[in-house]
C-alpha cells in the first residue's frame, strides 16, 4: 500500500479538512501550508506572492497574458514570468515530497505533477454550493453577503490556474482515482473512505 496521496478540492468543499484527518489516519505528513513553505524558501519569492498564486488566476486571460509575457512587475530577477516560477518552484518541492514514498498533498495541480508516479491516489472533494457556501460562513468566517461570490471566485481561479499548468480540465474525472462529494458525507467518513481505497486498491 502506498500513502501517497493527492487532494484537490472546490471551495468550501472541506477537502483541507479531509486531507488532515486522512494523513492522521496514514500516520504520514500533510502537505500544504508546508508547500508554501518549501517553495518560499527554494524560490526566494515573497510569501505573499505564493499564497495567492491561484487566486491571481481568477481571470483566465490575465492569467494567461502575464504568464506569456516577460516585462514588468511579473518578473523574476532570472527573468523568468513570476507566474511560470513559482509553478516550476512548486513542481519541484512536490516532486521532493513523492520522492519520500509517503504524504497528503493538498492542491496545488499535484495529482498533474505526480501523474507519472506508481501508486499516487489522487482525490477530488466536491459538495453542493449551497452547503460550500455554508462552510465558507461557518468554518472559514467569510461574511455572508460576500460567501456566495466569494465560492465561485475561488472555484474560478483554481479551474483556470490548474488548466492553464497542466493543459487539463479541474474536476474532470478521469484526472483522478475517486470522486467523493462531501455533502453527503462527514469529513471523517470522507476520509475513512479514501484510507479503505488506499488500502483495497490494486497497484
Not at 497574458?65 to 507566474?83: C, H, K, Q, W, Y
Request: hydrophobic share 35%; aromatic share 10%; proline share 2%.
Amino acid at each position: 500500500m502506498k500513502k501517497l496521496v493527492t487532494i484537490s478540492r472546490e471551495y468550501g468543499s472541506g477537502g483541507r479538512i479531509i486531507g488532515k484527518i486522512l494523513a492522521d489516519k496514514l500516520g504520514v505528513p500533510l502537505y500544504d501550508k508546508e508547500i508554501i513553505d518549501m517553495a518560499v524558501e527554494q524560490s526566494g519569492l515573497s510569501r505573499n506572492i505564493i499564497e495567492t498564486a491561484e487566486l491571481r488566476a481568477k481571470s483566465g486571460f490575465s492569467y494567461s497574458l502575464a504568464s506569456a509575457m516577460s516585462f514588468g512587475e511579473g518578473l523574476s530577477v532570472d527573468r523568468t514570468p513570476i507566474n511560470e516560477k513559482l509553478f516550476i518552484t512548486q513542481y519541484n518541492v512536490i516532486n521532493q515530497i513523492a520522492e519520500t514514498g509517503e504524504g497528503v498533498i493538498v492542491g496545488r495541480c499535484a495529482d498533474y505533477v505526480l501523474k507519472d508516479v506508481p501508486g499516487v491516489t489522487n482525490v477530488f472533494i466536491y459538495a453542493e454550493t449551497e452547503d460550500r457556501i455554508k462552510r465558507a460562513v461557518q468554518v472559514y468566517g467569510i461574511d455572508p453577503a460576500k460567501a456566495p461570490n466569494v465560492v465561485q471566485t475561488y472555484d474560478k481561479a483554481r479551474a483556470n490556474y490548474y488548466n492553464y499548468h497542466t493543459c487539463q480540465k479541474w474536476g474532470e474525472y478521469s484526472n483522478y482515482n475517486l470522486s467523493i462529494n462531501s455533502s453527503y458525507i462527514s469529513e471523517e467518513e470522507a476520509a475513512n473512505l479514501i484510507a479503505s481505497y488506499i488500502e483495497t486498491r490494486t497497484y
